[in-house]
């Protein structure tokens, strides 16, 4: 995940190939090898994986959205002070 204030960008990457990339805010807009990896995750917690009509507000955080996403999809899970805060990034660097 990388972010700036907020989480604006998602990669998940397996063995080195980046399987699943999107912004929360467009979730229909999917990258990687595997782009619907978390399709039906995603539907669960709400993210917008189809495009919203023009003029239709968000009824939801889509940051909170995908971190739920990650609860249901992989296990991960953040307390709510956690998850609101400033979040980490990890990046792994070449091999030495």
């Keep these: 995940m990388s972010h700036t204030q907020n989480?604006?960008?998602?990669?998940?990457?397996?063995?080195?190939?980046?399987?699943?990339?999107?912004?929360p805010l467009r979730a229909w807009d999917r990258f990687g090898t595997d782009p619907d990896r978390f399709l039906v995750q995603m539907r669960q917690v709400g993210l917008d994986?189809?495009?919203?009509?023009?003029?239709t507000e968000l009824?939801?955080?889509?940051?909170?959205?995908?971190?739920?996403?990650?609860?249901v999809a992989l296990g991960i899970h953040?307390?709510?002070?956690?998850?609101?805060?400033?979040?980490?990034?990890v990046q792994r660097g070449p091999a030495a």
Excluded: K, N, Q, S
């Design 49 to 55: 994986v189809d495009p919203r009509p023009v003029g």
């Design 7 to 23: 989480i604006d960008y998602f990669h998940y990457f397996v063995d080195g190939t980046e399987v699943t990339a999107f912004e």
């Design 78 to 89: 953040l307390p709510a002070e956690v998850a609101l805060g400033p979040l980490l990034t």
């Design 59 to 71: 009824e939801r955080d889509p940051t909170m959205e995908l971190l739920d996403m990650l609860t």
